[in-house]
């Protein structure tokens, strides 16, 4: 195996090479301040089709993520950064790049920055066998049929986004030559079941009247878990509002019942100032920066400043160290679109559950469901006058006096067609008593659905409100 991935990197440093001698400049475009793309869920079914082991598969899928989420690796020589696998239930969007345009599909992930696609015709992904993937036709960006693709160079300044700020000095060519030609060394990418391997290209963004050049983008030839390219939205420099200079971008996740659908929504980039003018409607809190530098991953984040849970009306009693990251970087909540269903630390989840119990006491408990699908509480409303269950509200309280009130599809949901309903948000055993690592709280994409939400990047603000989203 790693013989053949020094083949592939040498294959596709030579082609890139002779590519790079016959690249031509690109044609001035006009300069529109608004694009829009369509956006797609993707979800992937438990083979069985069992709907409980699909809400398992979902709760360990968002355990592994949130895991990574939380212990980041920092960047080394081989840059390690979060991705998350296809059976997350993540959210797609197709871009084009090259020039010719190749058109590539792409999972939306805000817990992470670099855009990266499968590429090259020897594009090799294991344990990719899940239901409706073929590993063998994934879609690969191929760089030979490109006019703008070019290797980055090792003194290129965009080397160092991915391969951290002491790069030059891994490039043995660079030392004492002021016309180094050596390529940027290979990345690899990190996540809880899985990676990539790949190098870093020069590329030609397309949209349908702007043509963005020199985007920093990832050519990976060899995955494991990874049968589509990722497109980064966190906060640094490598991701794409950061490369396009986005001053905010929106997205309304369409509702969907655990199932691939052929509908979408739309994400929506803007560039140019947008001054502190607010959108009409939304209710918007101020993003927090995390207080350590010495984990890049933890900059990279959308945190946001939580400051209750409310359940049923009733206050959820929650130790401040969860809600605000200390002073190594631990705890506060973050909004991520590449994580399905919330997370909360043990004792914070602990505390929102006993609510909902405290308020639904009467119902009967489906404990043979809780321990198949990893989820819980779970209720049997067989027999139950479903106009007779009232669901606690679960109500988000943020700075600046923003309420993100969740409509209960958004926080319960049935297992399958059944009569048991279950909730939505998951936690793990934890680290300790009293021991946090990384954010405590990720509001995933399940409680996202139907919400219209804007990043805010100029002014620094996340806003939402809820709408439906499905066209």
Known sequence: MAASLLLSLIFLISTLSLLASSSSPSKATPNPTTFTIPLTPIFTKHPSSDPIKTLNSLASASLTRAHHLKHPKSKSPLAKTKVFPHSYGGYSISLSFGTPPQTIPFLLDTGSSLVWFPCTSRYLCTDCNF????????????????????????????????SGPNVVSRCQDCTNSENCTQACPPYLLQYGSGSTLGLSLSETLNFPEKLFTDFLVGCSIFSTRQPAGIAGFGRSPESLPSQLGLSKFSYCLISRSLDDTSESSDLVLYR?????????????????????????????????NLRKVIVG?????????????????????????????????????????????????NLPRAADVEAKSGLGPCYNLAGVK???????????????????????????????????????????????????????IILGNFQQQNLYVEYDLENERFGFRRQSCNK
């Open 272 to 304: 140019g100032s947008s001054s502190d003018s607010k959108t009409s409607g939304l209710s918007y809190t101020p993003f927090r920066k995390n207080p350590v530098s010495n984990n890049s991953a933890f900059l990279e984040y959308y945190y946001l």
């Open 131 to 162: 239901p409706n993937v073929d590993p063998s036709k994934i879609p690969s960006f191929l760089p030979k049929l490109s006019s703008s693709s070019k290797l980055i160079g090792c003194k290129n300044p965009k080397c160092a986004w991915i």
């Open 386 to 440: 479903l106009e007779k269950v009232k669901f606690p509200d679960l109500t988000f309280h943020f700075k600046g006096g923003a309420k993100l009130e969740l409509p209960v599809v958004n926080y319960f949901a049935f297992a399958g067609n059944s009569s048991v309903v279950c909730l939505t948000i998951v936690t793990d055993s934890g680290f300790g008593p009293g021991l946090t690592v990384g954010p405590a």
């Open 313 to 361: 009306g009733k206050s959820v009693n929650i130790p401040y160290k969860y809600l605000i990251p200390d002073s190594n970087g631990n705890g506060g909540t973050i909004v991520d679109s590449g994580t399905t269903l919330t997370f909360m630390e043990k004792p914070v989840f602990d505390a929102v559950v006993t609510a909902f119990k405290t308020q639904m006491g």
